[in-house]
């Protein structure tokens, strides 16, 4: 499945260069054009799914099961002292192309890189226990 107006199923299709650096049935990772950091890759799907929550669970297991390699390739490459890994899912989430795809980050201390929201807290520990159950109820209707 692709759509034939979305940058990446094009890149994924080869109609668009990218500096591919894994390819796989499942997904294909290349550099970032607009790299938060020297190094930053993005996971793509093959398939084109805009939404997190519509990805077949087999499939996403597959495409991220060279995750810990491809993560330890990038802090190798770049010399980074740790990694983020952001999913962006939805334009309010940050999520630009819509087209599943998850960023890995080379972070170094004091870096440009920002990474940030303001913690919040629960104003009561049943407040926290009520968003837990809906939750569980959400799990268990799904």
């Known amino acids: 499945m692709t759509d034939d107006s979305c940058v990446f199923c094009k890149i994924v299709a080869g109609e668009i260069p990218a500096a ?7 997904a294909v990772a290349f550099l970032d054009i607009n790299p ?8 793509v799907l093959r398939e084109h799914y805009e939404q997190l929550t519509a990805v077949p669970g087999s499939l996403l297991s597959a495409a991220l099961g060279e995750l810990p390699k491809l ?5 190798s490459a770049t ?5 983020n890994l952001l999913q962006n899912n939805g334009r309010v989430a940050g999520q630009v192309i819509p087209h599943v ?13 920002t990474v940030g929201w303001r913690q919040g807290t629960y104003e009561t520990p049943e ?4 968003m837990a159950e ?6 268990a209707g799904a």
Do not use: C, T
Not at 134 to 139: D, E, Q, S, Y
């Open 134 to 139: 809906r939750i569980r109820a959400a799990l």
């Open 36 to 43: 938060a950091a020297p190094g930053h890759v993005l996971l």
């Open 71 to 75: 993560a330890q390739a990038v802090i």
């Open 101 to 113: 795809h998850f960023h890995l980050i080379p972070r170094n201390e004091g870096d440009r890189v």
């Open 127 to 130: 407040e926290m226990n009520r």
């Open 79 to 83: 010399g980074a002292q740790g990694l």
């Open 20 to 26: 591919v650096v894994w390819d796989s049935p499942w």
